[in-house]
């Protein structure tokens, strides 16, 4: 059985993946269900972009739901505080996330144009507002969250809805949205042509700037005007999890010290930049496949730097840093985690190449004659 110590960090390393393979998955069916309502401009164009994504946003949800599984088997701890602390937030997205199923089943029952446009805007809702709230919550860790454990251990969150709305938070949420926005217009650009195509790629560039901008000014902030976290000590690793067995310390600047401790890490910040860059010289120069290559290694590294930022914190507390949870104590018992890593050595390979299959199988153009000559069988 491997170690303990070990299987905690694998556990950290494969949340990271499961939350990158989330985003480069179902993060381009919110982009263009977040594009729907701009890019296409007549029926027949949404119902163009709706089947670029109609075959596959369901399968991609897969992705989400393992990584909400892996956190709730593998992180009971950060599982039972996040959703206690984010429960409105978690709900609204949830709720949003809800309309989209929904859309896709209804859009088409009817021809009436009133109707149509109503789903396509819930399609809009479904997936620009979750994919704000995962950047706020992202905003709200780096910031810490307002939460202690009691005498009993039990997680108390003493904060509110609203002040998870501060302009850090939103600042994130713009990083996360125009993220999905930039991955979801270059995918399309692959699977159209024509008008869509350059309205795509006109989005490409807009998404794409506003990443990079907003990624830069975030990364300033953290450097300046965030305060950080440090264990300065802790139980052994081999000890049974204890949020409470560690001291804390708080410093300005020190979500950075990861990066002067192990020099490598640097390359995800510069490959946040240099995917967006390259995302947006393809996008402008109509190579639609590289472009997208490119905004998947941008969304890998910014998802990257916020958890290397962090490490070996999960969930940092601004109220009590002592109860702060980190990657050592924040874990399953070494068994869970155990025997969910061989499941996710047998199930992770079928995963990806059932994936593969159905992309390869359902891969090419679609135009409006393609819906035309398919109107009763497809979106």
Do not use: C
């Given at each position: 059985?491997?170690?303990?110590?070990?299987?905690?960090?694998?556990?950290?390393?494969?949340?990271?993946?499961?939350?990158?393979?989330?985003?480069?998955?179902?993060?381009?069916d919110?982009?263009?269900?977040?594009?729907?309502?701009?890019?296409?401009?007549?029926?027949?164009?949404?119902?163009?972009?709706?089947?670029?994504?109609?075959?596959?946003?369901?399968?991609?949800?897969?992705?989400f739901?393992?990584?909400?599984?892996?956190?709730?088997?593998?992180?009971?701890?950060?599982?039972?505080?996040?959703?206690?602390?984010?429960?409105?937030?978690?709900?609204?997205?949830l709720?949003?996330?809800?309309?989209?199923?929904?859309?896709?089943?209804y859009?088409?029952?009817?021809?009436?144009?009133?109707?149509?446009?109503?789903?396509?805007?819930?399609?809009?809702?479904?997936?620009?507002?979750?994919?704000?709230?995962f950047?706020?919550?992202?905003?709200?860790?780096?910031?810490?969250?307002?939460?202690?454990?009691?005498?009993?251990?039990?997680?108390l969150?003493?904060?509110?809805?609203?002040?998870?709305?501060?302009?850090?938070?939103?600042?994130?949420?713009?990083?996360?949205l125009?993220?999905?926005?930039?991955?979801?217009?270059?995918?399309?650009?692959?699977?159209?042509?024509?008008?869509?195509?350059e309205?795509?790629?006109?989005?490409?560039?807009?998404?794409?700037?506003?990443?990079?901008?907003?990624?830069?000014?975030?990364?300033?902030?953290?450097?300046?005007?965030?305060?950080?976290?440090?264990?300065?000590s802790?139980?052994?690793?081999?000890?049974?999890?204890?949020?409470?067995?560690?001291?804390?310390?708080?410093?300005?600047?020190?979500?950075?010290?990861?990066?002067?401790?192990?020099?490598?890490?640097?390359?995800?910040?510069?490959?946040?930049?240099?995917?967006?860059?390259?995302?947006?010289?393809?996008?402008?120069?109509?190579r639609?496949?590289?472009?997208?290559l490119?905004?998947?290694?941008?969304?890998?590294?910014?998802?990257?730097?916020?958890?290397?930022?962090?490490?070996?914190?999960?969930?940092?507390?601004?109220?009590?840093?002592?109860?702060?949870?980190?990657?050592?104590d924040?874990?399953?018992?070494?068994?869970?985690?155990?025997?969910?890593?061989?499941?996710?050595v047998?199930?992770?390979?079928?995963?990806?190449?059932?994936?593969?299959?159905a992309?390869r199988?359902?891969?090419?153009?679609?135009?409006?004659?393609?819906?035309?000559?398919h109107?009763?069988t497809?979106?």
């Amino acid at each position: 059985m491997l170690d303990y110590e070990v299987l905690k960090f694998i556990w950290w390393l494969l949340l990271g993946v499961l939350l990158i393979g989330f985003a480069a998955t179902d993060g381009y069916d919110m982009g263009i269900g977040t594009l729907l309502p701009f890019v296409g401009r007549s029926d027949a164009e949404r119902r163009v972009m709706l089947n670029v994504m109609g075959p596959h946003w369901d399968g991609n949800q897969v992705w989400f739901i393992t990584a909400g599984g892996a956190l709730f088997a593998a992180w009971p701890a950060v599982y039972a505080a996040s959703f206690s602390g984010f429960y409105i937030a978690v709900l609204a997205a949830l709720w949003t996330l809800f309309l989209r199923p929904v859309a896709f089943e209804y859009r088409s029952k009817r021809t009436d144009l009133r109707w149509r446009s109503l789903w396509d805007w819930s399609l809009f809702a479904g997936s620009a507002v979750p994919a704000l709230i995962f950047g706020v919550a992202f905003g709200n860790l780096l910031q810490g969250v307002p939460f202690h454990y009691d005498t009993y251990l039990r997680p108390l969150y003493t904060g509110s809805f609203w002040e998870l709305l501060n302009p850090f938070a939103l600042l994130a949420g713009v990083i996360s949205l125009s993220m999905l926005v930039f991955h979801g217009a270059n995918y399309l650009m692959i699977r159209t042509e024509g008008i869509i195509f350059e309205r795509a790629r006109q989005a490409s560039l807009l998404a794409g700037s506003v990443m990079l901008l907003a990624f830069a000014l975030a990364g300033v902030w953290v450097a300046t005007g965030i305060n950080g976290y440090v264990v300065t000590s802790s139980a052994p690793a081999w000890a049974v999890p204890n949020p409470m067995a560690k001291t804390v310390a708080v410093e300005t600047g020190a979500w950075l010290r990861n990066y002067a401790a192990y020099p490598s890490t640097v390359l995800l910040p510069v490959a946040a930049f240099l995917g967006g860059l390259l995302g947006i010289l393809f996008a402008a120069r109509r190579r639609p496949g590289l472009a997208t290559l490119s905004s998947v290694t941008a969304l890998a590294g910014i998802i990257g730097t916020a958890g290397v930022s962090m490490f070996p914190f999960v969930m940092p507390s601004s109220t009590d840093p002592r109860s702060s949870l980190t990657v050592w104590d924040g874990t399953s018992s070494h068994m869970t985690l155990a025997i969910m890593f061989w499941v996710t050595v047998v199930f992770m390979p079928l995963i990806l190449a059932y994936t593969t299959w159905a992309y390869r199988v359902m891969w090419g153009k679609v135009t409006e004659r393609f819906i035309h000559s398919h109107d009763h069988t497809v979106y």
